[in-house]
């Protein structure tokens, strides 16, 4: 499962291997022999460069669907207001079937989670027997995707 947090003890990026990401975020399937020109480096070397970002959870190399053209009809936010440990909390929802995205928030919710389902039945299914069941949980708003217009993953390093 993916985890992306705000802060890391990992050091910081040098300028090769954040060349090698925005390659990447460009086109997920450039070859390493076109990475390693665009960069300067070996083909061998970006390599095991990539293969080191993978291997520390700086970057995963996936395939980004178009959730309705595979069977996903109805996605949804889903703001939730709680108590107790957030952050087990967090660790719980990540587990829910159908649940993609989890983040803890400041301001009117304490998370955000993001939800893929196949129809409007599976929706009610996660939201009303696995995410308000769940211990310190007390409300919850969903809001319904009606449309996608952007989804991003190339916003670069900094």
């Known amino acids: 499962m993916a985890q992306r947090t705000a802060a890391t003890s990992s050091p910081p990026l040098d300028h090769v291997s954040k060349a090698i990401i925005e390659q990447l975020q460009d086109d997920g399937r450039r070859s390493y022999a076109a990475i390693a020109q665009a960069v300067g480096l070996s083909e061998a070397a970006v390599r095991q460069r990539v293969q080191k970002l993978v291997d520390g959870g ?54 955000l989670v993001e939800v893929v389902c196949e129809d409007d039945a599976q929706l009610l299914e996660i939201v009303n027997r696995h995410i308000r069941t769940l211990p310190g949980v007390h409300a919850t708003e969903t809001f319904v995707y009606l449309k996608l217009r952007k989804q991003n993953y190339n916003w670069g390093t900094r």
């Open 58 to 111: 700086v970057v995963q190399i996936v395939a980004v669907t178009d959730p309705i053209q595979v069977g996903f009809t109805r996605q949804a936010m889903i703001g939730i207001r709680a108590s107790g440990d957030i952050e087990d909390l967090a660790d719980a929802l990540a587990d829910v079937p159908g649940v993609d995205y989890v983040v803890i928030t400041a301001g009117g919710f304490d998370l």
